[in-house]
């Protein structure tokens, strides 16, 4: 009897670990991986690219960013360890993600230079750095910080009066 209520408690922790752990942070991992790639095919993508590749780019970029950014606000407690044990910053990769779809988008004219930071900051915020050089990581997390650091500003001097 001990043998089948050990081998039942077995079986309920094994389904809450796939169900609850396993499924969410797999979900996660494939959609860090799908962003990255997406990124990496359409960085460069500008209103100069045939209308065929700037809608495939603006789709792309767009559906992974979405993803990210609905991992990020609706995220299990797993997903939410998982990106704390690794260091990843979701909505930072969202936002990435949407600054990339510019480009192909059409309404701004966004430097090469800008678009690459742009993608070193995807690559940081997913923890996917490892190929940059150590400065370029710090560069990047400083104009992170900045940009950040502005937002809250803009934000708080739009804000109701009191």
Not at 108 to 119: G, Q, S, Y
């Amino acid at each position: 009897m001990q043998d089948l209520l050990a081998s039942a408690g077995v079986a309920v922790a094994a389904w809450f670990a796939v169900y609850f752990v396993g499924k969410p942070v797999v979900a996660l991992q494939q959609n860090r991986l799908e962003a990255l790639k997406v990124a990496e095919r359409y960085y460069l993508v500008d209103m100069n690219a045939s209308e065929d590749e700037r809608d495939a780019a603006l789709k792309a970029l767009f559906e992974a960013g979405v993803a990210l950014r609905t991992l990020h606000r609706g995220w299990s407690t797993a997903v939410r360890m998982w990106c704390w044990i690794w260091r990843y910053d979701l909505d930072l990769a969202a936002q990435a993600l949407f600054g990339l779809a510019e480009g192909p988008r059409g309404n701004l004219v966004i430097a090469p230079e800008t678009r690459k930071n742009t993608l070193d900051a995807l690559y940081v915020a997913l923890g996917a750095h490892k190929h940059l050089s150590a400065e370029t990581v710090q560069a990047i997390r400083r104009m992170i910080a900045q940009t950040q650091a502005a937002a809250r500003e803009t934000s708080s001097a739009s804000g109701p009066a009191s």
